[in-house]
Nanobody, 125 residues
Framework: QVQLVESGGGLVQAGGSLRLSCAAS????????MGWFRQAPGNEREFVAA????????YYADSVKGRFTISRDNAKTTVYLQIASPQPDDTAVYYC??????????????????WGQGTQVTVSS
């Protein structure tokens, strides 16, 4: 079992910045990577970003590429999401995820076995 706890969400103005954190505990040795999804009211949950645990390869949704940065601290089993140049459309509940199987798919929900409780990010204009 892996437990994920997000922090850092809140209210930010357009043009500001925000950093989300997610700390993993439990059987973290089984993780192949971690990432973030988000879900806005009335929308489906969508992929945001992910990072492989060993090599540090990163994957981004087109909508956030160039604005969001994902990173990880292996010693702390923690992943971060730096949100730069936030836009109102970035408003959503952000979920931390952990990947427990070695597959080429990093973009779909089914690739991740563990999910955090979510943290709200609200971007005001």
């Amino acid at each position: 079992q892996v437990q994920l706890v997000e922090s850092g969400g809140g209210l930010v103005q357009a043009g500001g910045s925000l950093r989300l954190s997610c700390a993993a505990s439990g059987r973290t040795s089984s993780m192949f990577g971690m990432g973030w999804f988000r879900q806005a009211p009335g929308n489906e949950r969508e992929f945001v970003a992910a990072i492989s645990w060993s090599g540090g390869s990163t994957y981004y949704a087109d909508s956030v590429k160039g604005r969001f940065t994902i990173s990880r601290d292996n010693a702390k089993t923690t992943v971060y999401l730096q949100i730069a140049s936030p836009q109102p459309d970035d408003t959503a509940v952000y979920y931390c995820v952990a990947k427990s199987s070695l597959t080429r798919n990093w973009y779909s929900r089914t690739a991740y076995a563990y999910w955090g409780q979510g943290t709200q990010v609200t971007v005001s204009s």
